[in-house]
């Protein structure tokens, strides 16, 4: 399986859990990702490609994905229920978007991703960064 999906748009990468039980595909149309610095997306080690729901495709795993949520709730974290790897959520600043995490894309998709940092410790200072 290639690495990327041919298409006449955007680009379609393939991704998913580390047990392989959640895939997914996602169309970039930009390649950044946001390194945030807040208390969960620390821990996780997230890197942040947030897109809207038409071009995140989820391919298989929905009955393997849990949520977690906490402050506002408004977030949606999910996660494999077996190997507790997070794929992707869908984020406080764009409920009705998809954050893929771009450490979840197959092979070295990461290095086509300018990373950049996001002060997430002051998230209603800077949100209107990405929004």
Not at 9 to 25: E, Q, V
Request: hydrophobic share 30%; net charge neutral; proline share 5%.
């Amino acid at each position: 399986m290639s690495l990327l999906t041919n298409t006449t748009a955007s680009p379609k990468i393939l991704g998913g859990c580390h047990c392989g039980k959640i895939r997914f595909r996602v169309s970039v149309r930009k390649y950044e990702a946001l390194d945030c610095n807040c208390s969960i997306c620390q821990k996780k080690g997230i890197l942040h490609l947030i897109v809207p729901p038409e071009d995140f495709e989820l391919l298989q795993g929905e009955d393997h994905l849990s949520t977690y949520t906490f402050n506002t709730g408004i977030a949606k974290h999910h996660f494999c229920k077996t190997c507790g790897i997070h794929p992707f959520y869908r984020p406080r600043s764009h409920p009705i978007d998809y954050d893929v995490n771009v450490r979840c894309l197959d092979g070295d998709a990461m290095s086509l991703f300018e990373i950049v940092p996001f002060d997430g410790k002051h998230w209603e200072e800077n949100i209107q960064q990405i929004t």
